[in-house]
């Protein structure tokens, strides 16, 4: 299935490059080299619907409904499609989304229950990937139930589909307002039949996102007669009752007569969702709907270039790199208003628009970095974003999602997000109201912050009591102690960083000492870091490779794992272990370990392991550039080439972990480079082991950044030479300026280790 898949992905590029796509001589049509199912097999959670750079608006089909691998809603191993619901998330570790679900059918419409336990609604099709395609802001199949040809195109609020159906006399649409993924919980729902061609509706879902409201407005081209379902229904016999909102459209078609669907979405309300939609899409051009998303993902991944023979990496890279590009997403409307933190519409502005889905705990480490560096400007827009979500909610969010407050993960990494920013120079944001708004986050405080009661204590933990009162946090007194406080340290040193900039003294000094706090929970006996209660006491039993997903000291890892997040202080973190010698045996040791997990609930975040070095979560992705801190760049480099080599495929089952709002792929964009920072808010890039022989990074100013790899092969992964702008490089690093300034890195490879 796997070579099928690639096969058929090969034979759609051909057709684009030669077919309606064709570039003019010169240019590179960028989106024939993205294949978008990478990573909708395993556990990647990616989808492959249509969707525009950063899009609001993400149809996509839904092949099940529930358990961990239906968070994006498609996973390649299946064979049904439920439909095509028009909100999605990319890559997460949990589900939410899969609004207004529409499906094509011909003959009778089935909606019955199939249980709670089934992942198929009663109108689901069979599909084959052999009659799918899925391309930057395309997708198709064909549906085998219903003989119908489906295909999916958007703007950045509004979408329009194209079926073309057989000859019947009972074709038609079931128009499923109260599916959505994980079974949510609907609080509210309205459902409105406007003319013979027109629909809208609401509703308000219950899950991660406790208060997601949802509207939207369709209008079809061909008129319909239709029928209500709002009846209660149980998914089981005897079960639970849940409310239904169906609309169940029916019409007669000729062979292969073709249905257009427009639907825009809006948080804000109705009216917001039918302006999204005449303002992007006020004909029925399905076509040249398609062609401005296909130019508007040209755009965005134009912004670098690569020279390489191998076909899969270059596919592979592209798709990293479209997969940074879909998210956060848009959260303004055409007119300029958007769901506040409040949950409440306000008036902003087009052209200073608020996006959604800020995975922050997952995107701090390499996504806002790449941002830096491929769009300054976006990236200083989700800052600006993030100021106004704290002012409208009372703190900063940790995982924001549908402008709700999740409380997912921890840490406060809005500070390194801005911290990174300000050092790199990129400040269009009020920078005073950005630095208080990062102490706010790292106090302990529960006043005025608008969210559920459940949410609160995850929000704004305990642990920041205890950091502030006590100087550390106990293990008896907060869940994933370690885990927190390694990442406050670090967040608190971010803020120490502003303060400098500030002239706030007191605070720089507090904060600078506070980002030493990680010492505290070195066991010098075993060189983990371990959980401390608050008699002071190591937590026993210890072993290092023990999980109990959410429930231990960490968080999603291992001591083995979590002892090397002191991204700040190297030098500090080596002198604790004991000395160069020491922390080179025993980072080692991290590579070597035996890979078995145990415990009664092992993370299934902990995954793509080399040892019990874990690429497929997000606390490992700094460590392998640790080595160029001691003076055995050889050992980053034959590490990063193992992970670029073994833990990322042109293949459906293509990551190791959650893609994780793009955190998994800007980290091989980076390192694919030749490149990774190993702590934002330090502008300095560690110099890995580059797969290209050629990446050249299009500056915003006209400038470019190159980087040439000599002499580069799968055999050739050592650095013989670093020359930056003719000068020789004694130190495998440089800083942020040197890509501003433009130029070109020049490194010369070899099969040897240069020691």
């Known amino acids: 299935m796997k070579k099928n898949m690639k096969l058929n992905f090969m034979l759609m590029s051909g057709v684009l490059l030669f077919g309606m796509y064709s570039c003019t001589p010169g240019a590179q049509d960028y989106s024939s080299y993205v294949n978008p199912f990478i990573g909708t097999g395993g556990h990647g959670h990616t989808y492959p619907g249509a969707v525009v750079p950063n899009g609001m608006i993400q149809p996509s089909p839904d092949t099940r409904i529930y358990q961990w691998d239906a968070c994006s809603g498609y996973y390649y191993a299946d064979s049904t499609i439920n439909g095509f619901s028009h909100t999605h998330l990319s890559g997460t570790g949990c589900g939410d989304y899969g609004d207004v679900l529409l499906m094509p059918t011909v003959g009778k419409q089935d909606y019955h229950a199939m249980g709670e336990e089934s992942q198929q609604m009663a109108y689901a099709s069979a599909f084959s990937h052999d009659n799918e395609v899925a391309q930057p802001g395309y997708y198709s199949v064909f549906l085998d139930r219903y003989q119908v040809k489906a295909e999916l195109t958007a703007t950045k609020r509004a979408a329009i589909h194209r079926y073309t159906f057989p000859k019947a006399e009972d074709a038609g649409f079931i128009l499923d307002l109260d599916y959505s993924l994980q079974r949510q919980k609907n609080e509210e729902m309205e459902l409105e039949v406007i003319s013979d061609t027109e629909i809208r509706g609401r509703k308000k879902t219950v899950y991660w996102a406790f208060d997601q409201y949802i509207n939207f407005y369709a209008k079809f081209s061909k008129p319909f007669t239709y029928t209500l379902v709002t009846d209660s229904m149980a998914l089981d016999e005897g079960g639970s009752l849940f409310p239904t909102a169906k609309a169940l459209l029916q019409f007669q078609t000729e062979n292969n007569e073709e249905v257009f669907v427009k639907v825009g979405v809006s948080a804000v309300d109705m009216d917001g969702a039918r302006k999204n939609m005449e303002a992007e899409i006020p004909e029925w051009d399905f076509n040249g709907v398609r062609s401005a998303a296909r130019e508007s993902w040209n755009n965005y991944l134009a912004k670098i270039d690569i020279e390489t023979s191998d076909k899969d990496q270059r596919v592979m890279f592209y798709t990293a790199l479209y997969h940074t590009g879909v998210q956060?997403?848009?959260?303004?409307?055409?007119?300029?208003?958007?769901?506040?933190?409040?949950?409440?519409?306000?008036?902003?502005?087009?052209?200073?628009?608020?996006?959604?889905?800020?995975?922050?705990?997952?995107?701090?480490?390499?996504?806002?970095?790449?941002?830096?560096?491929?769009?300054?400007?976006?990236?200083?827009?989700?800052?600006?974003?993030?100021?106004?979500?704290?002012?409208?909610?009372?703190?900063?969010?940790?995982?924001?999602?549908?402008?709700?407050?999740?409380?997912?993960?921890?840490?406060?990494h809005a500070a390194s997000i801005i911290a990174d920013a300000y050092t790199k120079g990129y400040r269009n944001f009020d920078v005073e109201d950005a630095y208080k708004a990062c102490i706010r986050a790292a106090e302990y405080d529960t006043t005025g912050i608008l969210c559920p009661p459940l949410v609160l204590h995850h929000l704004m933990p305990q642990a920041k009591y205890w950091k502030n009162k006590i100087g550390y946090v106990p293990c008896d007194k907060d869940n994933e102690s370690v885990a927190k406080a390694l990442e406050y340290a670090y967040d608190d040193w971010c803020i120490s960083v502003l303060a400098d900039a500030m002239g706030d003294e007191p605070n720089e000094e507090k904060y600078a000492a506070f980002a030493k706090g990680y010492q505290v929970y070195f066991d010098a006996s075993t060189r983990f870091m371990r959980g401390l209660d608050s008699e002071g006491n190591w937590r026993t039993p210890f072993n290092p490779r023990s999980s109990n997903h959410r429930s231990d000291d960490y968080c999603e890892g291992t001591a083995w794992?979590?002892?090397w997040f002191v991204p700040h202080d190297i030098d500090g973190l080596v002198e604790l272990m004991g000395g160069r010698d020491v922390f080179i045996g025993k980072l080692d040791s991290l590579f070597i370990a035996d890979s078995a997990l145990e415990g009664d609930m092992v993370s299934a975040d902990i995954s793509g392991l080399i040892g019990q070095y874990a690429h497929g979560n997000e606390p490992s992705h700094h460590i392998t550039h640790l080595y160029n801190y001691v003076d055995q760049p050889w050992r980053t480099q034959e590490l990063v080439d193992q992970v670029l080599h073994t833990l990322y495929f042109n293949d459906p089952d293509g990551l190791s972990g959650n893609e994780d709002c793009g955190q998994m792929s800007a980290w091989f964009i980076l390192n694919s480079m030749g490149f990774y920072q190993v702590c934002p808010g330090k502008p300095v890039y560690s110099i890995g082991r580059p797969l290209f022989e050629k990446s050249t990074i299009q500056l915003k100013d006209g400038k470019t950044f190159t980087v040439i790899a000599h002499n580069n092969s799968r055999e050739n992964k050592y650095v013989q030479?670093?020359?930056?702008?003719?000068?020789?490089?004694?130190?495998?690093?440089?800083?942020?300026?040197?890509?501003?300034?433009?130029g070109t890195l020049e490194l010369t490879m070899g099969n040897v280790p240069l020691k």
Request: net charge negative; no cysteine; glycine share 10%.
């Open 328 to 412: 956060p997403n848009l959260f303004t409307d055409a007119d300029g208003r958007y769901l506040g933190m409040d949950l409440k519409p306000h008036q902003g502005s087009v052209e200073e628009p608020v996006y959604t889905v800020f995975s922050l705990w997952d995107t701090f480490r390499a996504y806002h970095p790449l941002m830096t560096i491929i769009d300054p400007d976006l990236n200083e827009a989700f800052i600006r974003s993030l100021i106004r979500k704290q002012h409208e909610g009372g703190v900063y969010p940790m995982w924001e999602l549908a402008g709700n407050y999740t409380g997912t993960m921890i840490g406060y």
């Open 721 to 742: 030479s670093m020359v930056l702008n003719g000068k020789k490089l004694d130190k495998p690093f440089f800083t942020h300026q040197d890509i501003v300034d433009g």
């Open 561 to 563: 794992q979590w002892t």
